[in-house]
Each structure stands twice: as C-alpha cells, then as structure tokens.
C-alpha cells in the first residue's frame, strides 16, 4: 500500500514535469535568457507554498501519517560544495536541458536519447563518489 | 476539462509539485531524486570499491518506485493527457534559437537537432548529451541535491546552504548559454 503511495507522488511528478513543460529542453533555455516568466512560476509558486506549509508544520508541530515527528534533512554547513558542485550542475541542466526529475519523465514520454544523459549522470555520480575526497567541501 | 490537455501553466504545476513535496513529508521522506543516481550506482555494485555506495539501498526503494512512477507520469502525460506538444515560446527566444542553429524551436517538444534519435548519435550530439549528464550527475552529488532537493525542499526549509547552491546552478546555467552555446552551437 505504501510503495503504490510513492509510485503514485511519482505519477504526478511525472505528469507535471511534462505537461508543465518543465522537462522541454527550450524552456530551460528561455529561463536562463530571462525571456519567460513561466519557469520562475513554477519554482516560485511551488517555493512559496513550500516555505508557508513548513512553518506551520514546525510552528503546529504537525504529524506525518504515521504519527511521527515531520524530519526536514537540515543541509550540512559549507560554501565550496554548494557553490562549485551547484555551477557544474547548472552548466549540465542547461546544456541538455533536464535535471534529475524531468528527464525520467522524458524517458517515459518516449524520447529515446535521454537515456544517454541519464547512464552518464549515474556515471558522473559515480565519478564523483571516487574522487570526493580530494574536492573541497 | 480541455484545459488538461493544454500545456499546464505555472499556477498549477508549483502547487502540483508543492503537494509532491508534502505528501513525501507525510510519508516520512524527504524530496529529491538526484539521490536516486547514488542508488542506482549503489545497486550496480559500486559499493564493493568506492565508500560513498556502501549504503543500505533497500532504504532508499521508496525514491526508486518515485522515479518509476515519474517514468509513468511522462508516458501518461505524453500519451493520454497532450493533444500536441510544441512548446510555444517567447518569438524571442525562437530568433535566437534559430540563430544558434535550432530551426526546430516553437514547433516542437525538444530541440529534434539534439534529441531526435537519428541526430543524437552523430559524434558531437552524442558528446553534447553524455557530457551533460556527467556534468549534472557529478555536480548534482557534489552539490547535495539537484532542483528538488536544493532549489524546491532545501529553500522551502530556509537553507543557507541550498541558496548558495540554487545561486550556483543559476551562474552555471547563464555561463553555458551565453558563453558556451555560441561556441558549439550556430556552426
């Protein structure tokens, strides 16, 4: 029952990535040319929401569905990860125009060649998983 | 109810991945599929040589079945919820496009010159696509997160760390269009 739960949040992410246009490839592009409002919509709204339903979650210490305590993952301190790992990806997310969700959703909508991005992101992580320790963090 | 096969703007795709967000929170896990990729090397058996996939994959099922599902969504979104998919753009953003060399701007869904499997595996469209997906594999783990992780759940918890993050994807993104589009593309 629970794994049809996170099958179905996945349905919906899905749908939403593409019918919202978020996973073409040309409205990435028009994000970063500032020519569109639509993209920082859709971040914005979501974020907006996100920001409000968090505080009160916390202020009413609300309850997930199994009655614990709702964890938000703080994120550990640092600059250089965020920064340098943030540009390299920004760099990628515009060059093939997906980031880790769209381009699943592209899969699934029958654009045969994401599967190249998405067998070199795995590979990319798992370059990074070797050579970590000698990057700043 | 024709509006759903319309592409759907931006009022009610944020809510839609809002809600995402929270329904994760309520079944006691946190948004983000870039952890998905360290998964998948996880379960590919990078463990055996590298620590940073010596973890217990069987935890991390639930993010699978969500990107499985996010698989599903786009086939039903293709299939069943589009009349069409051309992407109309800002007349702007076309010029330039075509400029560059994308003759498919404003009539399609993706660039056909970059993903139209007879185009993508020439030498330079094949490169352009992995050297993507490892840029944004390797940054998006360095980083911690991707655009779900940092830019949607991180900054909705008021996260120092995923602003600089977000700030970084941004800088990323303007140095790849302005900079390096120009020099790859339009030849």
Known sequence: MKNLIFLLIGVIFGITMFKSEAASWFRIYEMFQFQSFHMYGIIGSALLIGVVGIQVIKRLDLKSFSGETIELAPKTKGFNRYMFGGIIFGLGWALVGACPGPMFSLLGAGFGSIAVVILFSVLGTLVYGMVMKKLPH | ?187
């Open chain 2, 1 to 187: 109810m024709n509006w759903i096969f319309e592409p759907w703007p931006w009022y009610v795709a944020g809510p839609l991945i809002a809600l995402v967000m929270f329904s994760l929170l309520m079944a006691d896990k946190n948004f983000g599929m870039s952890s998905n990729l360290r998964t998948l090397c996880a379960i590919c058996g990078a463990g055996k040589s590298v620590d940073f996939f010596k973890i217990d994959w069987k935890a991390q099922q639930w993010n699978l079945l969500v990107l499985i599902g996010t698989v599903i969504g786009g086939y039903i979104g293709f299939h069943f919820l589009s009349n069409d998919t051309v992407v109309h753009l800002n007349p702007q953003t076309v010029t330039e496009l075509k400029a560059l060399g994308f003759q498919s701007a404003g009539s399609s869904y993706l660039p056909t010159e970059l993903f139209e499997t007879s185009n993508s595996f020439d030498v330079k469209n094949f490169s352009i696509l992995a050297i993507g997906g490892l840029l944004i594999g390797f940054g998006t783990r360095y980083a911690g997160g991707c655009t779900s992780g940092h830019a949607i759940s991180g900054l909705s918890n008021l996260q120092l760390p995923s602003l600089v993050a977000v700030i970084g994807f941004f800088i990323g993104g303007l140095i790849m269009v302005n900079v390096i589009f120009p020099l790859i593309f339009s030849l």
